[in-house]
């Protein structure tokens, strides 16, 4: 890491941080930890009543992986028990003051704060700090800034950025415009903080645009994906749990791999055939963090729009992380939260090699159906993808109906609740043939007649742009 200057503690006005203060626009490119050289951080977290001190500790330690994949190090860490955030400080005043020590002891250039501070909270930490305060979201969102390489996923951080950005912008004083005109610059009378906001404004409506138009394309690309009637598995899971691995193992694919957070934040999709045969659609997608920013779920919408569209989810679960529960659970309500839910999912143990056997052991017979494997040696990764098969093949079975003519209500319900293949008009009533999933069949069984096939087998249909062939 080169030395570059950094502006001497000395230096720094009271009322600000090295940079100038959190909220001083500084355009969407400038990261808010600075990558010139490795900062020093102080990390603070809060054991609110709810949490344990355990369970504090252990989102420090994610939080310490977090700052040093953002390109700084963590200096210390400091912990306060409190029934509820200060309004005013986020922690006691106090508190804040030992922080201040702290930071003066290590020369720290900025602290970091585990949970979301308020647009007050932060100003006045900065004020009592005298150095730059940030939470967990805002470095979230640097790494995310760092990792982005598409035009699309640019867009979505930097729209995320902003978004948080916005209401945390502060004025340089109340000092007017001393120049005159051009364009982006104030006008007569308008603040600095004016000019500032207005721009960020007409930056986040064009980005709000061209996202609309790239999200248009990705909507275009999946209805040609599933006119070609490949069903489609999304792999997803907590950051770094070996998603893009398992992805690069199936079928070849030249994904990202790496030991950081946040590797992949960009949606690949290839083509794979399973050991039954059938061919079907992988997505490796972004992987999930406990607090995940609001913001970046919003913006990455499009993207996650694969997910919440899936026939199946892998959920691949880091088994040698020090708490793969609590990630299965991150994982679940972040599903939720985009709308993916309900999509089927099937839990696979990675790292089996790495983690304790014992801890493994524990974890299949808690979830049923879960499978263990080892998507670096490749150790019950085909086992898997049969399991994969036999899910999608029961997914979809096509059941024959005979609904008679004096239930046209249930006769709705099935076109409404699944894809209706062949309809027949008889002397009593309708014959359909229909793909229906688990919850429909048996919502319909009484008018089944027992006459159940397999769905036929799918024919080289056209691929989109991008996929390839499976070489697993
Ligand atoms: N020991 C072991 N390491 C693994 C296994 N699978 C993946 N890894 C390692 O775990 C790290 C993360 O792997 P990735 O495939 O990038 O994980 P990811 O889930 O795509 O992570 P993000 O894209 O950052 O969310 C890498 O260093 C991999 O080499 C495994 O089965 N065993
Ligand atoms: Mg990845």
């Keep these: 890491m080169d030395e570059k200057a950094q502006t001497p503690t000395s230096d720094r006005r009271d009322d600000e941080s090295h940079r100038g203060g959190f909220g001083e626009f500084g355009g969407a490119e400038s990261g808010l930890i600075d990558r010139a050289f490795r900062e020093q951080i102080v ?47 986020f922690v006691g005043r106090g508190k804040a003051d030992e922080i201040l020590d702290a930071s003066l002891e290590h020369d720290a250039d900025t602290v970091v704060f585990d949970d979301e501070l308020s647009p007050a909270q932060q100003f006045n930490l900065e004020r009592i700090l005298k150095r730059t305060a940030l939470d967990r979201t805002a470095v979230i969102l640097d790494i995310f800034a760092q990792n982005a390489t598409t035009l699309e996923g640019k867009a979505q951080v930097e729209l995320a950025q ?34 500032d906001r207005r721009r960020i404004q007409r930056r986040l409506a064009r980005l709000e645009k061209d996202l609309r138009g790239l999200r248009r394309t990705r909507l275009n690309q999946r209805k040609s994906r599933r006119r070609s009637r490949y069903h489609t598995v999304a792999i997803v899971g907590y950051t770094n749990a070996g998603k893009s691995t398992l992805l690069r193992r199936l079928t070849g694919a030249n994904v990202l791999v790496e030991d950081r957070l946040f590797a992949t934040l960009d949606a690949t999709t290839r083509r794979l055939q399973l050991p039954g045969g059938e061919t079907v659609l992988v997505t490796d997608t972004v992987g999930f963090i406990k607090k995940l920013p609001t913001s970046l779920v919003e913006a990455f919408m499009s993207t996650l729009e694969e997910v919440a569209e899936a026939d199946l989810l892998v959920h691949l679960v880091d088994a040698s992380a020090a708490e793969p529960e609590m990630h ?21 143990f990675n790292k089996c090699d790495a ?50 003519y004096s239930r046209g209500d249930v ?62």
Excluded: C, K, W
């Design 411 to 472: 006769l709705a319900a099935v076109h409404r609740e699944g894809e209706v293949l062949s309809e027949m008009h008889e002397d009593h009533g309708t014959l359909l043939h229909a793909r229906l999933d688990d919850v429909s069949r048996s919502l319909f069984a009484e008018f089944a007649t027992g006459d159940s096939q397999e769905p036929e087998v799918v024919g080289p249909a056209s691929a989109q742009s991008g996929t390839q062939d499976a070489d697993a």
């Design 355 to 404: 983690a304790d056997g014992e801890v493994v052991r524990r974890l299949l017979e808690r979830h049923e159906g879960s499978h263990a494997i080892s998507s670096s040696s490749g150790d019950g990764v085909e086992e898997l993808l049969l399991a994969v098969g036999d899910r999608l093949r029961h997914l979809t079975e096509i059941t024959e109906l005979r609904i008679p």
């Design 43 to 89: 990390l603070v977290g809060v054991q609110l009543a709810e949490r344990t001190a355990d369970e504090v500790d252990a989102n420090l330690d994610e939080l310490e992986r977090l700052v040093d994949t953002a390109g700084a190090d963590s200096v210390e860490r400091i912990v306060q028990r409190r029934d509820a955030p200060d309004p005013a400080t």
């Design 162 to 195: 902003l978004r948080y950005r916005l209401p945390r912008l502060r004025g340089r004083g109340r000092q007017l415009s001393q120049q005159a005109g051009g364009i982006g610059t104030r006008g007569p009378g308008e603040t600095q903080l004016e000019v």
């Design 328 to 348: 299965i659970d991150v994982v679940r309500s972040v599903l939720r939260e985009i709308g993916a839910g309900d999509v089927e999912e099937l839990i696979a």
